[in-house]
């Protein structure tokens, strides 16, 4: 038996798993010289996936069952004694079976709560081969899935977090997050060790919106791909959020190897990438992120053609001003010198830090604010105006690929913030301009940010306090 057409490892494995599981279930295996043909011969063909399609190939070319299995799509790992095993990437081999018009997908039993996201075709779960052969020749017909007695999505969260009520002081990042966490902007917080940054970034996932089915399904989509998704809930309901810590390498951030495998700014798509230590991270990782910020999706390339993975993520960056940690705090002082600083600072480079639309100075909390027993503002309370800040961008933007402000070309940004400028706020922006020298990347987005604030304050007009506020989160204090 051969197997042609760019077959990698584990798909050349298929022959040992297709001829002991043929020969387990009770059928034969033709003693005769067999060539399966994987085409398009120009496409690597990656995974056990195919094992499930080869036997019945094989056993329908042999005659052993009469049936048409011409529209039908057959997928899963085999296991020796003939057994379907849980295969990774189902959810999105589904998708392309209802857009390609294919009536049924035969796919192992256990990941058909994964498949049936997919409405419009009819899952049929496999648990073993010989249980197929005997559906195909209408012995033991197998029930399709049921979707109805399975829908019971389990409510409990996947990612704990921190609640904003616990956190003291710091209101002005908190606003700043909740900013953030409504329109999709980019954040990044600086401030001295222990000002509570890494927990602020923690507890951002409790005030982020929840998603459409249509944003849960397309990052459902990356994890089962990647073979991250729990077994026991087929759709990720909750916004991703990714902490790599800074050793990772270059293809583990935004996707590659061997065989391309989603990086973590895929694995953070629709939800939020934090890297904690920004400077720590290398060079070369941090530019490698530039280009998926502004294109919201990563290409990786290989000899073997190109794989273009989602990448719609919110970057939060968390840092200390110097080395030591203190530059810029009141009290405390620094004992880096002006070179070491500037050491520091360059390692994230200018064009980095020009994607980045909101930057947060995080201070020392004072000792009355810590000791005070008073609980903040609850999550939820902030998670309900990041929700109806939302609500209105999904209006706005209804029938078009935007979800948020953060999306927005120069062409949107025209028709929905410099359209809707009340005349003071006009004015206002023009001295920043002037003042502040900002380009005009960086005018976008406090078009952006100013559209976002609105938002919040459940306004279509932007108003003078809206530039103002936005204009305040574009300056770079100690950091
Ligand atoms: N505003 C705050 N309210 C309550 N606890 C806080 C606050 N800020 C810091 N803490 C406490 O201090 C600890 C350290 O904070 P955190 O790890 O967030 O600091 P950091 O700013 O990330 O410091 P570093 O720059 O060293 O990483 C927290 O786990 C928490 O217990
Ligand atoms: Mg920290």
Known sequence: MTIVGLPDTAVQEAKERVRSAIRNCGLTFPQKRITVNLAPADIRKEGPAYDL???????????????DASSS??????????????????????AL??????????????????????????????????QLAAHLQGLAPIAPFDREAAAAPTAEPLW????FCHIKGQEHVKRALEVAAAGGHNVLMSGPPGAGKTLLARALPS????????????????????????????????????SPHHTISNAGLVGGGRQPRPGEISLSHRGVLFLDELPEFGHSVLEAIRQPLEDRVVTVSRAQGNVTFPANFMLVGAMNPCPCGFWGDPTKECTCSPLTITRYQKRMSGPLLDRIDIFADVPRVE??????????????????????????????????????????????VRQHCQGVLEDGAKSLLRLAMNQLALSARSFHRVLKLARTIADLAGSEAITTPHVAEALQYRQRGSG
């Open 53 to 67: 399609p080869i036997a019945i190939g094989i056993v329908i070319a042999s005659q052993q069952v009469a049936a």
């Open 73 to 94: 799509l057959f997928l899963g790992e085999l296991s020796l004694d003939g057994q379907v095993r849980h295969t990774h990437g189902i959810l999105p081999m589904a």
């Open 97 to 130: 079976a209802r857009e390609r018009g294919i009536g049924s997908v035969f796919v192992p039993a256990a990941d058909a709560c994964e498949a049936a996201l997919i409405e419009g075709v009819e899952i049929i779960p496999v648990a073993s081969l010989g």
């Open 160 to 163: 704990e977090g921190v609640d």
């Open 207 to 242: 005030i982020l919106p929840s998603m459409t089915s249509g944003e849960a399904l397309e990052v459902t989509k990356v994890y089962s791909v990647s073979g991250l998704l729990p077994s026991d809930r087929p759709l990720i309901s909750q916004r991703p959020f990714r």
């Open 367 to 412: 000792y009355e604010k810590l000791a005070d027993d008073a609980l903040g503002e609850h999550s939820e309370q902030v998670r309900q105006r990041v929700e109806r800040a939302r609500s209105r961008q999904q209006q706005r933007f209804a029938g078009t690929r935007l979800i948020c402000n953060a999306e927005m070309t120069p062409l949107e």
